[in-house]
């Protein structure tokens, strides 16, 4: 790799917008590790795949560790590893909650930590959060409080960390999806989602590649959660 190539990595990689995402950085010239708990080695050699599950803190070490090994440095971080429970609110189980907790904040916590210490040793880099429009806008059809919780959560910590690195050449944002296209929704639940949003369809997952990637481009964009969610969170 040249001294100059910029380094990626991405979590819950292994399908839909994780894979999507890999292959878009690596379309940018990116050096890209990807970690998830079933992504598969690739023949790609600027492509770092990394097993294991975000919420063990050892799969964070590794993740930052072999990519600043392979690599030399670390510029972006995309947060796109997750779980989303809809349940009423008295159905949830401590497994439910743990399980979503561990995923969505302790995986984001373990990660974002040791990459931003990477990123400050070069006064620069870009972390992204994958989130939900429905801590904005929610929905009685979609009783969801776990992911409000957690989403939420990392909507705060995202302007939060935004304005703590601000000086310091590291911006921070998030991408707060509608209902998208993968393979988590079965076909025969398409029609009922996509009349959720004022648009009258569901996004795709290239609708997120492009969010994330126009926020990489952005360079006097920090602090923003941006939506991605066909009118969502504008109202109905």
Not at 31 to 48: F, L
Not at 157 to 171: F, N, Q, V
């Amino acid at each position: 790799m040249s001294a100059e190539q910029k380094v990626a990595v991405i979590t819950g990689a292994s399908q839909g917008i994780g894979a999507a995402l890999v292959k878009a950085y690596r379309e940018r010239g990116y050096g890209v590790v990807a970690t998830a708990r079933s992504v598969k080695p690739s023949n790609d050699p600027d492509i770092v795949a990394v097993p294991g599950d975000i919420a063990e803190r050892r799969t964070a070490e590794r993740a930052i560790a072999e990519g600043v090994a392979r690599f030399g440095r670390i510029d972006t971080l995309v947060n796109n590893a997750g779980i989303f429970i809809a349940k009423p609110f008295t159905q949830y189980t401590d497994i439910d909650y743990k399980t979503v907790v561990n995923i969505n904040v302790t995986g984001f916590f373990n990660i974002t930590r040791l990459a931003v210490a990477e990123m400050e040793k070069r006064k620069r880099g870009h972390v992204v959060q994958i989130t939900t429009s429905l801590v904005d806008s929610a929905n009685s059809n979609v009783p969801s409080v776990l992911a409000s919780l957690t989403k939420g959560g990392l909507n705060a910590a995202t302007k939060s960390l935004a304005i703590e690195y601000a000086k310091r050449g590291i911006r921070v944002n998030a991408v707060a999806l509608g209902t998208i296209k993968t393979p988590m929704h079965p076909a025969d639940t398409h029609e009922a989602l996509a009349a959720m949003h004022p648009v009258g369809h569901m996004g795709e997952i290239d609708d997120i590649v492009d969010a994330v990637l126009y926020l990489e481009s952005a360079k006097f964009v920090t602090g923003e959660i941006l939506h991605v969610d066909g009118g969502q969170s504008a109202g109905h």
